[in-house]
Nanobody
Framework: QVQLVESGGGLVQAGGSLRLSCSASGSIFSINSMGWYRQGPGKQRELVARMSGDSSTNYADSVKGRFTISGDNAKKSVYLQMDSLTPEDTAVYYC???????????????WGQGTQVTVSS
């Protein structure tokens, strides 16, 4: 059973910063990528940032230059440094791991429980 635990959300004023952390536990044979998604009020879940096993990254256009993803697939951890936050960044942020628990198994998306980020104007 793979579990992802997030931390670091909270309330911050516009222009402020937050750092999210996510750590995975359980049996994981191979990780394709780890990353962060978010779902704002009345919106669909969207990709924020993702880091692949070769350390390549991709970001949503709306966060480029403000957010930085980092982590270590070997340690099953991923972080999201969020700077210059705006009220539009208010959402529940979910940690994601795309991997397989055993050799030969299909790759699967695993999700954390989510952490609330609220940016006040």
């Amino acid at each position: 059973q793979v579990q992802l635990v997030e931390s670091g959300g909270g309330l911050v004023q516009a222009g402020g910063s937050l750092r999210l952390s996510c750590s995975a536990s359980g049996s994981i044979f191979s990780i394709n990528s780890m990353g962060w998604y978010r779902q704002g009020p009345g919106k669909q879940r969207e990709l924020v940032a993702r880091m692949s096993g070769d350390s390549s990254t991709n970001y949503a256009d709306s966060v480029k230059g403000r957010f930085t993803i980092s982590g270590d697939n070997a340690k099953k951890s991923v972080y999201l440094q969020m700077d210059s936050l705006t009220p539009e960044d208010t959402a529940v942020y979910y940690c994601n791991l795309y991997g397989t628990p055993y050799p030969g198994n299909y790759f699967t998306n695993y999700w954390g429980q989510g952490t609330q980020v609220t940016v006040s104007s």
